[in-house]
């Protein structure tokens, strides 16, 4: 099976230099300028996945796909158990660094998300700033399956989602300041999130 585009080439220092919250933007930044409009700052993601997830302190949760680890760090700053799952060594890098600024513990993990590592192990799984879709059709059903079975039973996931188009707009909610549990819109792209139940 071939990959759809090179992740280590594209995920490096000049992605993180580019695309990662500038320093005092977020209080776990340590790197880079933002390009203006990318994203949603941290603790407002955080604030989201909270929500959408009802998220308590001591809950196991995987980022999957976590990146630089903006939104494993300010979940772990929270109480949860996280464990970052990242293909990129130079995020992962960083994500450990910015952990440890913050005085938190995150078990960032290099993997790839079509061999996740666990069976039954956490409570909730996200999956953010479109970090989904990366794959064939059948590839990426079989990620969502090895999500299905690290969750617990009664297990939730959250996906943040900026590709639309591939996907059933039935089954998705459109983002507004007026639910509860659906996501923000970004000034640079409409983001639209789903909180799936799992059941085996």
Known sequence: MDDLFDAAAMYDEDYLYFFAAPGGSSEFATHGPAVPGVGVPGEAVADLAWRLLELRPGMSVLDLACGHGELATHLAARGCRVTGLDSSA??????????????????????????????????????????????????????????????????????????????????????????????????????????VPFTK
Do not use: E
């Open 90 to 195: 130079v995020f992962l890098d960083r994500a450990r660094a910015d952990a440890a600024a913050a005085g938190v513990s995150v078990d960032y993990v290099a993997g790839d998300m079509r061999q996740l590592p666990w069976t039954g192990r956490f409570d909730r799984v996200v999956n953010w700033s479109t970090a989904f879709g990366y794959f064939d059709d059948a590839t990426n059903r079989a990620v969502l399956a090895g999500i299905a079975g690290v969750l617990r039973p009664g297990g939730r996931l959250a996906m943040d989602l900026d590709n639309l188009t591939s996907f059933s707009p039935p089954t998705l909610h459109h983002a507004s300041s007026q639910h509860k549990k659906t996501a923000t819109c970004s000034s640079t792209a409409t983001t639209w999130t789903r909180v």
